[in-house]
């Protein structure tokens, strides 16, 4: 698909544009780098869009205009009023604008008293005396101005945080959710008003819900299309989501390939346990889902089902749940529910004249019925709606607060096409509306970004009456948002492919946007479309003689690119996000070398590829991924300066042997180098990155860790698994306070074979080599330090097959919040004492410790315990027992025989996620079904 819009001609409203959700205002030296930045990340991560000046104030007396601009463009500003606040003429000047906006525009404000007493602002004593402050330097009336916006704001309920007694993590906690109720609040609203007419489907579908309590059901909503089946879906999940700690909503785009159906597994699994998971086919997911959820009570619904493979990757069969559970699949097709053995069906009517009419009215006059002047245009236009919720309300919506003259406009074009589809009928209504700005965001949603989140989407197209915008569309019911990624209706998105398809019939150069290959394809090789700004590909196709690209990009998606190179010419100077998994480049072309505007390049599983560009010109990216290019040996130098990169994902690059000396990535918070089995060395690691929060290590040829490493003081998750070349894990890893997950697991050292034989001669050497059985070296174990004493947060250990003996393990005891400890494949032939004293182990790992005689040692918090294959185990059974201990209660024992690998590892998985994601508690259905006797 492509657009050709070659300049985006800024919106025309006079009102102030709303272009983020949040403004935050803060003085840089108190809590840039500390709670500022946390809050603006979270912010970020619940989907809101934020603006944050990130340039240290410079010397001046005045605020710019752009952030006034900015201040007046927000719906809520979180005013962080900390020590140096009132030290700062620009801060002040912002806080005045901030107040003027609440009173005139009803613009929120949110303030932090970071460290300050609200009594200090509202008095303007302490650090908020601003006479002092300022002294003769500044005029009274600019003065009187602060005085009278810091005894106001003093008075508004905020937030006082006192540091030494309040968790900053509470606070942004209690700020995101705070205005995200209040964001759903209005939704609540919206969906109240869509209720219009549904009220007893509503009704007989909670009924299909309610029963069977303790079944897992499937239930089908079938309907035509625009008929509401998923604004009944959303109301329903809605109502029972209370009922669920475990829920998910996938809305399906029209167009979804089989091969897509990895990434609704992925997020499926995200909604529910909140991480990511490594899935790398369609059966895999289906037997991680299955074996994930079959103990958890879920509320799962599909939204435009089209194909039954959807069904199977997702949502398999009634035994992939735990009972109570829900699956509500929306679809055109009932014998596609039918074939799926769905336990109800549930159709969805068009409304009925006298229901049609009142959702139309609430839509036009914002009222149940229609003006007086109005009643007979309004019944003309619901008749043709034909009962489509959709049609009346972008009917409704369309014509709010327009003159009856328009109204006899709009309807007589309407009846000079009365046998027209309904698709027909809204174009002629859409066309009178939409002003340029806003049709081209229209059809750039249904050609581009249907799916895409929002924050995205205004990075790619860096309008300033994006937002404004979007609110227009959501307003005439022509898209929605949802978990803030841009939804719209499969029927509108056909209109806007169908309006552009009319723009030129016969020729495919002089369209706006293309979508079907074959056109895409004969453009590009005939070199017409210039203005070219959004291409996306996704399906491979065949293709040779591309000699030209238009210069004008910003967004190049485009999959399986089936040549080695781009054309010399090709110097996409505005790119911003450059997407080509699976390409056949084997380098990118020298022109790239200086590409200011770019966020994000992708270039995975690009095989042929064996080095990366000079980064130097790419001082925006923000994310950067080559996993699966095998064939990469060399990563530039300059990538280890990337100041706003986020993620670095190098996975699977099996060639790459180095990297850069030394990393200062001051924003990066992913790094992915698992599999790059040829790298050796870890680079030093820059002071400044503080905010690294998973570092991704697994499987590569890593002999020692840098001391450097203490420097990650925001790091989390610590994965070194199987890194076979590690001979020692050095002691600054205790200076890694954030750390919560530490995975060692394999992590034994291969000696080399000895293969040089001096003085033997060949025949002898011959002989031995052929004829006597040579032992393999033993591994040895890996050196740990003696203690882990620092990482207070950890809370989950794996040191699994690391060839650990009696004495080997270093102190635990330290280990406060440690809950889950594997200590599986290992030598030692009892516990560690200091196990006992881990006051919230919950689960222990102990598989195939052969050597193990005794669990005296356990802790009497844990409440599970894997000895499977732990044969020397005194009164060992081939089964599960219950272990009992004064004050402890119970912990289950489970020594059954293995299932098979892929089974135990989700079992374990699934296991320690039940235990984070429930506060350290077990759920009770959790646990696998097992027998007890007498230990």
Known sequence: ????????????????????????????????????????????????VVFRDDKSIQPGEYISSALIEAIEGSQYAIVVLSEN?????????????????????????????????????????????????????VNDERIQKWRDALRLVANIAGWDMDLSSKSSV??????????????????????????????????????????????????????????GKTTLAEIIYCEISQDFDDKSFIYFKHDTETGNLVSYQKEVLKHIFKREFNITSIYSGKQIIRKMLCGRKVLIALDNVSKKGQLDAIVGSHDWFAQGSRINITSEDKQLLVTHEVDDIYEVKPLDNYKALELFSWKAFKQAQPKNDFVDLSNDFVKYAQGLPLA????????????????????????????????????????????????????????FFKGMEKNQVANILNDRGYLANLVFLQNNSLITIFQGKLWMHDLLQAMGRAMVHHE????????????????????????????????????????????????????????????????????????????????????????????????????????????????????????????????????????????????????????????????????????????????????????????????????????????????????????????????????????????????????????????????????????????????????????????????SSLKSLDLSDCNLSDGALPDLSSLSSLRSLNLSKNNFTRLPDAISKLSMLKLLFLDNCSKLQSLSCLSLSTKYVMARGCTSLENYSNNSVVWTSGEAGLAFIHCLSFLEDEEGKITEGFLLDSLLENGGKIIENSLPDIHFQPL
């Not at 272009?19 to 709670?35: A, C, H, L, M, P």
């Not at 759903?184 to 007893?200: P, Q, R, T, W, Y």
């Open 504 to 791: 030129a019939i016969h020729e495919p150069g002089r369209r706006s946007r293309l979508w079907k290959y074959e056109d895409i394809f004969s453009i590009l090789r005939n070199n017409t479309m210039e203005g070219l700004e959004l291409i996306k590909i996704c399906n491979a196709v065949r293709f040779w003689g591309l000699n030209h690209l238009s210069n004008q990009l910003r967004m190049m998606e485009w999959h399986d690119y089936p040549l080695k190179s781009m054309p010399r010419s090709f110097q996409p100077c505005n790119l911003v996000e450059l997407t080509m998994p699976n390409s056949q480049l084997k380098q990118l072309p020298e022109v790239f070398n200086n590409l200011n505007l770019l966020r994000v390049m992708d270039l995975s599983y690009s095989q042929n590829l064996i080095k990366t560009l000079d980064f130097s010109g790419f001082q925006n990216l923000r994310s950067l991924t080559f996993q699966g290019c095998t064939r990469l040996y060399n990563v530039h130098p300059s990538v280890g300066a990337l100041k706003n990169l986020t993620l670095l994902n190098l996975k699977d690059c099996e060639s790459l042997k180095n990297l850069p000396q030394e990393i200062k990535l001051e924003s990066l918070k992913v790094l992915i180098l698992s599999g790059c089995a040829r790298l050796k060395t870890l680079p030093e690691i820059g002071e400044n990155m503080t905010r690294l929060s998973k570092l991704y290590l697994d499987r590569t040829a890593i002999k020692e860790l840098p001391s450097s490493i203490k420097h990650l003081a925001g790091l989390t998750i610590l994965n070194l698994k199987y890194c076979k070349y590690l001979s020692s894990f050095p002691s600054a890893i205790c200076a890694l306070t954030s750390l919560e997950i530490l995975t060692l697991s394999g992590c034994k050292v291969q000696l080399p074979k000895t293969c040089h034989l001096p003085g033997l001669s060949l025949a002898l050497w011959t002989y031995r080599f052929f004829y006597v059985q040579r032992p393999e070296p033993e591994p040895a174990n890996l050196l740990l330090p003696e203690s882990f004493s620092g990482l």
């Open 1 to 48: 698909m492509a657009s050709t819009s070659s300049e985006r001609p800024s919106s025309s409203y006079s009102t102030p544009r709303q272009q983020y959700d949040v403004f935050i205002s803060f003085q840089g030296e108190d809590t840039r780098n500390t709670f500022t930045d946390h809050l603006y990340e979270a912010l970020e991560r619940a989907h809101f």
């Open 170 to 227: 509470a606070v942004i906690q209690a700020i995101v959710k705070l205005i995200r109720e209040s964001v759903d609040g209005n939704n609540f609203l919206n969906i109240s008003k869509d209720l219009v007419g549904m009220e007893s489907s509503v009704k007989e579908m909670m009924d299909l819900v309610n029963k069977r309590l303790k079944d897992v059901l499937f239930i089908g909503i079938w309907g035509v299309g625009g008929v």
């Open 85 to 137: 606040y009132a030290s700062s003429k620009w801060c002040l000047d912002e806080f005045v604008k901030i107040v003027e906006c609440k009173n005139k525009t009803g613009q929120t404000v949110l303030p932090v008293f970071y460290n300050v007493k609200p009594s200090n602002v509202r008095k303007q004593t302490g650090p908020f005396a601003i006479d002092i402050a300022h002294g003769t330097s």
């Open 392 to 447: 009346l309300e972008c009917f409704g919506s369309f014509l709010h607060n327009k003159e009856i003259d328009v109204w006899k406009s709009y309807l007589g074009e309407l009846e000079e096409n009365s046998e027209g589809e309904i698709l027909t009928k809204l174009e002629i209504i859409y066309k009178r509306i939409l002003d340029k700005n806003v049709n081209e965001l229209f059809l750039d949603i249904a050609f």
